[in-house]
């Protein structure tokens, strides 16, 4: 059995690590840590940590040990490591034959890193561990880098997305870096819509918020998306609004764009929203529009390696970073400040196609994030 680390919150991009990893290798069996009425059908070869009965006695367990913990000093006799959830994923993590880590921005420097906290990733990093496709950072410390050197020298393979995360630990005779595993994905598509709509754009809206930030600009981030919608609706193309994660409210975010939309446009525009429509029929999605604007990053990898025309609205350092690393000539709007282009000139200029040998190389790439792991699963 491979325990297979995920960022298990219904989030497009991240479940579609763990499709890109458990079809690779059919006949390993992959555990998650999460409940068997998990959203998402991965496959027979994935099982989960709890069953609902199991999960809903943990999450009560959690809820109890947390009302504990209600001032600094019973949160200093009671750390996490612990709680029974804590406990519970060191013991499947300890007894698997190998642990297979894929969250992607993983790495962020933040919160409280305490004697336990460092423990439990001590314990984590050293039970035969590969790391692929993760990126590392924003950090802000030297200590908190010289820290995951220590972690990461532990593994048996780290395989980073991005060549500014390589070249932080590349001293490291473990470090490697390739392109972001989606872009090895072969899987199945399912080309349907609901209904034949036509002619369509893609637009991936993110909740700007999602992580716990205020960023001033979101109305005008919303405003500039609206536009753009109309810049396309006026010419005849209808608008496919995607929502990559609904617990991170990015349904949220397309509503705020939609109000700005008039009226008259209503029945041309259509909003999905993962997971409520499957990882084939969004694949389909994006394989069939005539363009994508990308604000959530795996929509930036699903437009190119699906050869569509690309504009990139950044949030993040780690979309940049891969970006630059694909092609310098790249443009993109960074949407935590000041929009300072028009839409005109958005949509005429900031497009980016992918030509077929450059997706080739990408591709060929990311398949050797799996070069280690091929030879203990395949």
Request: glycine share 6%; charged share 30%; proline share 1%.
């Amino acid at each position: 059995m491979v325990y297979l680390k995920a960022f298990l919150s219904e989030n497009l991009g991240d479940d579609l690590f763990v499709e890109v990893v458990t079809k690779r290798y059919p006949k390993t069996e992959f555990m998650l840590f999460s409940s068997e009425d998990y959203a998402v059908d991965f496959g027979d070869n994935v099982c989960f940590a709890f069953n609902k009965i199991e999960y809903k006695k943990m999450l009560e367990d959690i809820e109890k040990f947390n009302r504990y913990r209600k001032n600094k000093f019973l949160k200093k006799m009671l750390p996490l490591f612990f709680r029974s959830d804590y406990r519970k994923e060191r013991l499947i993590s300890k007894k698997a034959d190998a642990n297979v880590y894929v969250i992607g921005s993983g790495f962020m420097e933040g919160g409280e890193r305490g004697f336990w906290k460092k423990l439990t990733d001590k314990l984590y990093f050293k039970n035969n561990l590969y790391l692929l496709g993760c990126n590392f950072g924003p950090y802000y410390s030297e200590d908190y880098r010289i820290e995951y050197k220590n972690l990461f020298s532990k593994a048996k393979d780290i395989c980073f997305r991005d060549s500014y995360s390589y070249n932080i630990f590349k001293k490291l005779d473990n470090v490697r870096w390739e392109s972001d595993i989606v872009f090895s994905y072969n899987g199945d598509i399912d080309m349907s819509l609901s209904e034949d709509i036509g002619k369509y754009i893609v637009i991936s809206a993110v909740n700007l918020d999602k992580d716990g930030k205020v960023y001033s600009n979101k109305v005008e981030y919303y405003k500039f998306l609206s536009k753009v919608s109309e810049w396309y609706l006026k010419r005849g193309t209808k608008v496919v609004f995607v929502g990559f994660c609904k617990k991170q409210n990015d349904n949220k975010a397309i509503e705020g764009i939609v109000e700005n939309i008039s009226e008259n446009f209503a029945k041309q525009i259509y909003v999905i929203n993962y997971p409520e429509e499957n990882i084939l029929k969004i694949m389909g999605v994006f394989k069939n529009a005539e363009a994508v604007f990308a604000s959530r990053y795996h929509a930036g990898i699903l437009g190119m390696l699906f050869e569509r025309q690309t504009y990139f609205l950044s949030y993040s350092e780690k979309v940049i970073h891969v970006l630059q690393d694909i092609d310098e000539k790249i443009k993109y709007v960074d949407i935590t400040s000041p929009i300072n282009v028009s839409v005109n000139d958005f949509v005429s200029q900031y497009g980016y196609c992918i030509s077929t040998e450059r997706l080739r190389r990408i591709k060929e790439s990311a398949n050797k994030q799996f070069m280690k792991l091929d030879k203990i699963l395949k």
